[in-house]
Nanobody, 114 residues
Framework: QVQLVESGGGLVQAGGSLRLSCAAS????????MNWFRQAPGKERKFVAG????????SYLDSVKGRFTISRDNAKNTVYLQMNSLRPEDTAVYYC???????WGQGTQVTVSS
């Protein structure tokens, strides 16, 4: 199946930016819808962003719309999440997901300081 590894998380001040990457191995994810989820301590895991297999359609959690951008490069088997204007409430572990094969990465920590 597909193995996913997230990277790019870290600690950033409010208003800053980060770009997360999710690299796939084992198989390509061409034409697999891909998603980003996040989970803060004590809270449910929530959908953040999704992208169609071709990259032509995207969707977002309302609270990140206009600040976050999901993209993909199928030739590199990689999906990205560009996060701008970060807020403390964005602090969470971020996970990527390959929808049709239900594959999940281990997560990458994003911490936004006030």
């Amino acid at each position: 199946q597909v193995q996913l590894v997230e990277s790019g998380g870290g600690l950033v001040q409010a208003g800053g930016s980060l770009r997360l990457s999710c690299a796939a191995s084992g198989r390509t994810f061409t034409n697999y819808p891909m998603n980003w989820f996040r989970q803060a301590p004590g809270k449910e895991r929530k959908f953040v962003a999704g992208i169609s297999g071709s990259g032509g359609s995207t969707s977002y959690l309302d609270s990140v719309k206009g600040r976050f951008t999901i993209s993909r490069d199928n030739a590199k088997n990689t999906v990205y999440l560009q996060m701008n204007s970060l807020r403390p409430e964005d602090t969470a572990v971020y996970y990527c997901n390959a929808e049709r094969v239900d594959a999940w990465g281990q997560g990458t920590q994003v911490t936004v300081s006030s």
